[in-house]
């Protein structure tokens, strides 16, 4: 089970991990929704689309653009659609 944690709380939890380029790429339902904050961030990366951000809150704590996914990935890509990764000190394991 990989497991995705911040601020002392689990927030996203799975058996079913996709990793591109080191990243483990959680599905959307095993990631908790009540600490996702919508985030005006995007970048583009030239194989895999465009990538929407997310903000981590966790008791009263913020971090800011914590997590990623691409809503629509190239077809190079397209395993990691639905899928949500983290960073910023976002411990996975």
Not at 50 to 77: C, F, H, I, M
Request: proline content about 5%; hydrophobic content about 40%; some cysteine.
């Amino acid at each position: 089970m990989t497991t995705a944690t911040w601020n002392g709380l689990v927030v996203a939890e799975s058996d079913d991990i996709v990793t591109v380029e080191g990243n483990a790429y959680f599905p959307r339902d095993a990631v908790r929704e009540d600490v996702l904050r919508p985030s005006e961030t995007h970048t583009v990366c030239p194989w895999k689309g465009t990538a929407s951000y997310l903000t981590l809150e966790v008791d009263g704590q913020r971090n800011r653009d914590a997590a990623w996914y691409y809503p629509e990935p190239k077809d190079a890509a397209r395993e990691i659609a639905g899928r949500v990764a983290f960073w910023k000190g976002v411990e996975v394991r």
